[in-house]
């Protein structure tokens, strides 16, 4: 190649690199321009977006005033943190799915762990009642031997109700307020149980279906 050639090309090299300029990156801040609304539905374009429109969703253009992205509206507080509960539920559920299919072979299994928690419950329940009506008589013989004395017998030569008597009085009748809260509370348990492992068995049917994901 002659130099005359070589100039030439050297030439055309460079007209070539004028007419097709390199694609803006970008990453690249410098000459970029960004796009967004206002509240009114006004386009605006600038170097920088406004504080006060920063939580709405924005274009980023290049030289050319292509768009070549987007910047994704700021989350308030409210939306991050409902995000993150969402995220921990999500993460909850993936573990609970876990330990159904490593922990039950069928859904007999669960049926029969539910009934062994219900069997317990049902006996210390059972327990419960029997203390409540141990307590019930305890009550109605203290509650005889009150009537003997003041203010419940009204015979004037009367003794005043004696202070060991009032305190059993006393701590009899709050130890069956304390044991009926107990008999309801496992009414309650009772009813989670069973709506926790329903919920269980139908979970695990759907992960065993042959459609499950």
Do not use: C
């Amino acid at each position: 190649m002659t130099d005359r050639m070589r100039t030439l090309a050297f030439a055309l090299l460079l007209a070539g690199s004028a007419l097709h300029p390199a694609a803006a990156d970008p990453s690249d801040k410098k000459g970029v321009t960004y796009r967004w609304v206002d509240e009114k539905g006004l386009v605006h374009y600038g170097d920088r977006i406004p504080a006060q429109y920063s939580r709405s969703e924005s274009a980023i253009l290049n030289r050319e005033g292509v768009e070549v992205g987007k910047l994704e509206a700021q989350k308030t507080p409210e939306q991050l943190a409902a995000e993150a509960l969402h995220q921990q539920e999500v993460l909850r559920q993936k573990q609970h799915d876990s330990f159904l299919l490593f922990t039950y072979s069928s859904v007999a299994d669960i049926e029969r762990l539910r009934d062994e928690r219900l069997d317990t419950i049902q006996g210390q329940r059972q327990a419960a009642e029997q203390y409540v009506e141990n307590l019930q008589s305890r009550l109605s013989l203290l509650q005889t031997r009150a009537m003997m004395f003041k203010p419940y017998n009204p015979r004037a030569g009367a003794h005043r109700l004696p202070d060991d008597l009032a305190e059993d009085l006393v701590r009899t009748l709050n130890e069956m307020r304390t044991q009926k809260n107990a008999l309801a509370a496992k009414d309650d348990e009772d009813a989670a149980l069973r709506k926790q492992f329903q919920a269980d068995i139908e979970r695990y049917k759907e992960l065993r279906s042959p459609h499950a994901t």
